[in-house]
């Protein structure tokens, strides 16, 4: 059992929680990431590595409540346990280059956040640029500020930081002439997509996250593969970090959509169990 | 007077109507008397033919005359003393090809039933109850095993009965390996694999689930945390793809990714909250016991079900019985046919398959015939579901992390004749050095090599 030292809420639908988990809190890297079930039956759901405390042996992650697994994780309190808890997974980040652009879309910040950290760490020049629909979906504001050189807030309304993409402020950095030896994006895939066309367009080398439907994050179902430079490659093992500019987003995309209409009538179900518990 | 009838008593089974919507074991197994009579029917060869076609030997005629007699318990321990599973190897040896076909009853008639005699003995002994199994005396060594598949379940029980403090690390959250993700619960019930376990709990073996050797800690880490020796038993868990052109469309599964959803992860339960298709026409590619398992499992999802293979009948490599069984469930089987392409509808999700009629031409290296394509014979198999069963190999992570550790081009581990690796202390066996193999020869790896390593540990001191 993993018991959850600590829990925080960074918005309405994005939380924390600190896990006690000594073995795969002495080998986690930035870029790795842990698989969790929250009780017997549950679904493994993968989830980034945000910080790891040797010392504690805790292990933290950040995530978004999009679905039936991750409600029933945010229904689980400080003092309660995980049933399962694996890691670390995946291939840790490659921490290269001097001048970084790190470039995170929504939740995807909780997953470049660590990367942010692990760059400013081996003391490169870190230059951040995160992107939220509204003001309401912003996390780790003040995290990304202390990691990071400079610092840009975007969203789509304006409500926050400047109005727009974060596709656009890279552009303008790139025009301005910044130097940047290497672009890190990780985000909604269609943000890794448009992000990787424009730096291929100006020669820049671009890793992406790329976090697809997983099962057991070993590398025996080939759920999580993905195409690669025209080859099959399996993100849990081979990743999760990969050059974006050889990535297939659009057989990507199609691949997470797989269980859709499943989920949303399993998110219902949960919902409806969670509706009865709190009218009981 | 030997039971001179020439054929096996029948196993009972579940009628295929019944259970293509169920999970329950289709094989009931043999009542007392059944178990019995077929036991009359062996010959107590003196030369005992039989005992050469199994992998780990066991004692055939000796406990086979004990059931005859009734003396169940006493069948029991002679079976124990050479396999550790046999309740497992009693349901899913490929017996046809092992101990039954050198059985000198199937030269006239059908060979003695060992397998289910086996599965009979063994399942008398767990319902009746066995007396818990007393820990060893501590001999104050640490070994680590690395997988817990029946491989590394066989080394860690032999070595703790031996007295070694024994850690088994399993990558995923339930120890049993292919036994609890690969094989369906109709096949092989899990209570009997999660039964083998606590056995081994008791003998004192401890279990580190969610531990991925290679990532949470490298062999070179564990020998320094004070482990004198390892056993690796990791399998070969990573799935073969055909690079078909739409094969990475939706609605296409490696068999792992299905039965793993199905069976690990208990798809087949609707409150189950692990999503898997339920599909109206699959497609299985393969004709191992890998691809019955994926045939029958979408049946049961309500599927039709094809089994393309690319040669013939004949050459099919799974199981007889568990064929035979396929077919009951109304599995069509395609036969000298292989896919060329995977065809996909707007949204990404397969519609149908394409494949190419074979035949077969010159025998290849391994004595089958060479299965070659009919020019022009391409047609359409439509189809929303399409599982890739054409076999597994090593995972490289262990390979990739542990410097010294040689692998042959199939990415096997290299042991010798005392199944130790190429580096000092580091034994392996099971489908990790041979490639996807069985049950029971994972299981022999397992002891020779636990055998071994006592005799490495005990001459270093
Ligand atoms: C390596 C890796 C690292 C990840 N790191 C983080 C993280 O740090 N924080 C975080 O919030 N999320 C992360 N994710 C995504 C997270 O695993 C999914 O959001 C989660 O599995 C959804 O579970 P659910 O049961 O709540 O939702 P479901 O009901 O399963 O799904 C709800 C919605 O999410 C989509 N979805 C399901 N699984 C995934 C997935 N693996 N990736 C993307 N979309 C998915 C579905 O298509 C659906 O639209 C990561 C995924 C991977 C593979
Ligand atoms: C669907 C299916 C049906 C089959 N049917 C039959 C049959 O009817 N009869 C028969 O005899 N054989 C059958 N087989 C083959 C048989 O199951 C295998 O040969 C046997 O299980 C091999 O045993 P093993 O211990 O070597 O490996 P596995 O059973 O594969 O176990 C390996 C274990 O190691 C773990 N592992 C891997 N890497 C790591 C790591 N880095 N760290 C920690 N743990 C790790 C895995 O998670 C797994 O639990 C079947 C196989 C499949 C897939
Ligand atoms: S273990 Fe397998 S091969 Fe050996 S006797 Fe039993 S069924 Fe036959
Ligand atoms: S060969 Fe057949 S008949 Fe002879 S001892 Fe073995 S099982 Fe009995
Ligand atoms: S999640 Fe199963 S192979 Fe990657």
Redesign the pocket.
């Known amino acids: 059992m993993f018991e959850i030292t600590e829990k925080r809420i960074l918005n309405p639908t994005?939380e924390e929680i600190t896990v006690y988990a000594p073995n795969a809190a002495a080998k986690a890297k930035a870029g790795q990431?842990i698989i969790l079930r929250t009780d017997e039956d549950g679904?493994r759901?993968?989830?980034?590595i945000?910080s790891a405390d040797p010392e504690k042996g805790t292990v933290s992650?950040?995530?978004?409540?999009?679905?039936?697994?991750?409600?029933k994780?945010s229904a689980l309190k400080q003092g309660d346990s995980l049933h399962d808890f694996a890691g670390p997974?995946?291939k840790p980040s490659e921490i290269e280059g001097e001048n970084v652009v790190i470039i995170g879309g929504g939740?995807g910040c909780?997953?470049a956040w660590p990367t942010a950290k692990a760059f400013k760490q081996a003391g490169k020049n870190v230059t951040s640029i995160v992107g939220f629909r509204n003001k309401d979906l912003v996390i780790l504001e003040d995290e990304f500020k202390d990691t990071s050189d400079a610092f840009y807030l975007m969203s789509d309304d304006g409500s926050a930081g400047q109005k727009g993409l974060v596709t656009a402020k890279l552009e303008e950095l790139i025009q301005n002439g910044q130097k940047i030896d290497r672009v890190i994006a990780i985000g909604p895939l269609i943000m890794m997509k448009f992000v990787c066309e424009l730096t291929k367009k100006y020669n820049i080398p671009t890793i992406v996250?790329?976090?697809?439907?997983?099962i057991d994050?070993t590398g025996m179902c080939g759920g999580?593969r993905l195409v690669v430079d025209g080859k099959m490659q399996f993100?849990?093992v081979d990743g999760?970090d990969f050059d974006g500019h050889k990535v297939d987003f659009d057989a990507a995309m199609k691949r997470?959509?797989?269980?859709?209409d499943f989920?949303k009538h399993?998110?219902e179900e949960a919902c409806n169990l969670l509706n009865k518990e709190v009218d009981a | 007077m030997p039971n001179m009838r020439m054929d096996k008593n029948p196993m009972p089974v579940q009628d295929p109507e019944v259970r293509i919507h169920n999970v329950d074991e289709v094989a009931t197994g043999y009542t007392a008397e059944m178990a019995i009579d077929e036991a009359k029917r062996c010959l107590s060869c003196k030369h005992k033919p039989c005992v050469a076609g199994c992998p780990v030997n066991i004692h055939i005629p000796e406990f086979i005359a004990r059931v005859a007699e009734g003396d169940f318990e006493g069948a029991y321990e002679i079976i124990s003393l050479t396999s550790s599973l046999p309740a497992i190897c009693g349901r899913v040896c490929p017996q046809e090809s092992q101990c039954e076909a050198r059985c000198v009853r199937g030269i006239k008639g059908e060979p003695v039933s060992i397998g289910r005699l086996e599965r009979f003995v063994a399942d008398y002994m767990r319902e009746k109850g066995e007396t818990p199994a007393v820990k060893a005396e501590p001999n104050g060594h640490k070994v680590a095993v690395v997988g817990a598949g029946p491989a590394g379940l066989t080394a860690a029980g032999d070595l703790a009965k031996l007295g070694y403090e024994v850690t088994v690390f399993e990558a995923l959250h339930t120890p049993g390996g292919v036994l609890m993700y690969g094989i369906p619960e109709f096949r092989l019930p899990k209570a009997i694999v999660a039964h083998e376990i606590d056995k081994l709990k008791d003998l004192g073996v401890e279990f580190v689930t969610n531990f991925v050797v290679g990532r949470a800690s490298t062999i070179d880490e564990m020998m320094d945390d004070g482990y004198e020796a390892v056993f690796v038993g990791s399998g070969a868990g990573l799935p073969n793809f055909m690079n078909l052109p739409g094969e990475a469309l939706n609605g296409v599964y490696s068999a792992n990714e299905f039965l793993t959803r199905y069976n690990l992860m208990k798809a087949y339960d609707e409150n189950s909250?692990t999503?898997i298709q339920h599909p109206t026409k699959t497609v299985v590619v393969g004709g191992g016991n890998v691809a019955m398992d994926a045939a029958r499992c979408a049946r049961r999802l309500g599927s039709e079900v094809h089994v393309v293979y690319r040669r013939s009948l004949e050459e099919l490599p799974a199981r007889k019985e568990e064929v035979e069984h396929a077919m009951e469930e109304g599995i069509i089987f395609d036969l000298l046919n292989n896919p060329v392409a995977v065809l996909g509808d707007e949204n990404g999700h397969i519609k149908a398959v394409e494949c190419i009629k074979m035949e077969l031409g010159e025998p290849d290296e391994s004595g089958r015939r060479r299965p070659v394509p009919v020019e022009g014979s391409n047609f359409i198999i439509d189809a929303d579901c399409m599982i890739m069963a054409i076999g597994t190999s090593p995972n490289p992570l262990i390979r990739q992390t542990t410097p010294g550790l040689d692998v042959n081009r199939r990415g096997c581990l290299i042991v010798d004749e005392n199944e130790m690796t190429t580096k000092d202390g580091v034994y392996a066996g099971g489908d990790a050095v041979t490639g996807a193999a069985t049950v029971i020869s994972a299981m022999g790896a397992g002891k020779k090599a636990a055998a071994a390593m006592h005799e490495y540990l005990s001459s270093k001191e």
């Not at chain 1, 759901?45 to 980034?48: D, K, M, R, V």
């Not at chain 1, 996250?209 to 997983?214: A, R």
């Not at chain 1, 997470?256 to 859709?260: G, I, P």
């Open positions: 994005v990431f679904e759901i993968p989830f980034t945000a992650v950040i995530y978004q409540i999009v679905g039936a697994g991750t409600r994780l997974l995946g939740v909780a997953i996250s790329m976090n697809p439907i997983m994050g999580c993100a849990c999760p997470n959509r797989q269980y859709l989920e399993k998110y | 909250s999503p």
